[in-house]
């Protein structure tokens, strides 16, 4: 029963890092209506931010995650208006070339500022919790906590509050939302902003039981993509519901059958699922 528990606080863990990386990433489809696939830089950029100002300035943890999320925010925005918003009456495939040449600039910019090393950032919680015969790093347990409080403010933002009703309804029917007086241009820097915060705090979260480097994205990213496919396109209860199912899918399938094969079983799970809904868990209909 211990070795189970373990494996549930393993799994809360990654299904938390997970769930903040996918909310932006469906957050952004529902304004672009394609894949960003520069998510991914994003969140390695939020790990160097926070590892710059930790490792390097001294700051506090805490700061440095406030610091590495306002950093991949106006990132992201400058993404939004430099690259994105000049697209707007593109075909969609342009939209996705150019997501994939900013993940391409930023990781070169990354090597050229850093170097191809691995960096280790210190975690601020080394301290070893234990509960009955359940031990649990007080990093991970931060993990979950910070990644579900998040989750929480986000949901009760877009539920609560006028300016998450228009990203709601942008994300809907963008040009029915500009009928009715919503400013998509406003919406849509926002939606990208709170998208690269999600995906700096994700990072900075992660790293100090992780490496900092240029490729960390990718197998993040690539998740996300296989998370908000299996909630459903641009569903947001979907890819929180996704996150965890993967990170639970993750965590038990390293325990009970092989390191070897934990990432290759997010994307077992998703030909699974998509074979019996193909229009992921939380949408009516295919897409």
């Not at 932006?24 to 394609?34: A, F, K, N, S, W």
């Not at 150019?98 to 080394?126: N, V």
């Not at 009760?156 to 809907?172: P, R």
């Amino acid at each position: 029963m211990e070795l189970f528990l373990q494996q549930v606080l393993n799994g809360l863990t990654l299904g938390g890092v997970y769930c903040l990386v996918a909310l932006g990433l469906t957050l952004v489809y529902g304004i672009l209506h394609v894949p960003n696939f520069a998510h991914g830089a994003f969140y390695m950029a939020g790990a160097y931010a926070g590892f710059f100002l930790m490792e390097r300035l001294g700051y506090h943890y805490w700061i440095a995650m406030a610091g590495a999320a306002a950093a991949v925010a106006l990132i992201s925005v400058l993404s939004e208006r430099l690259v994105f918003h000049p697209l707007r009456k593109a075909p969609y495939l342009h939209h996705m070339i150019a997501s994939i040449g900013i993940l391409l600039f930023l990781e070169a910019g990354m090597q050229a500022i850093w170097g191809a090393d691995f960096h280790r950032m210190s975690s601020p919680y080394p301290q070893i919790l234990s509960f009955g015969d359940l031990t649990l790093p007080a990093q991970r347990l931060m993990i979950i906590v910070a990644a579900f409080v998040l989750v929480l403010l986000l949901q009760l933002f877009l539920k609560k509050t006028i300016t998450g009703a228009t990203i709601v309804a942008m994300a809907q029917n963008r040009d029915g939302a500009a009928l009715v007086g919503i400013d998509a241009n406003r919406v849509a820097m926002l939606t990208f902003a709170i998208a690269g915060a999600l995906a700096g705090m994700a990072a900075v979260l992660y790293a100090p039981i992780n490496l900092v480097h240029s490729g960390m994205g990718h197998l993040v990213i690539t998740k996300a993509f296989v998370i908000i496919v299996l909630g459903g396109m641009g569903s947001v209860p979907g890819a929180i519901a996704g996150g965890l199912i993967i990170g639970f899918a993750e965590s038990f399938g390293a325990f009970y059958i092989s390191t070897d094969y934990k990432d290759i079983i997010a994307f077992a799970l998703l030909v699974l699922i998509l074979s019996l809904r193909p229009q992921g868990l939380f949408q009516k209909g295919a897409h």
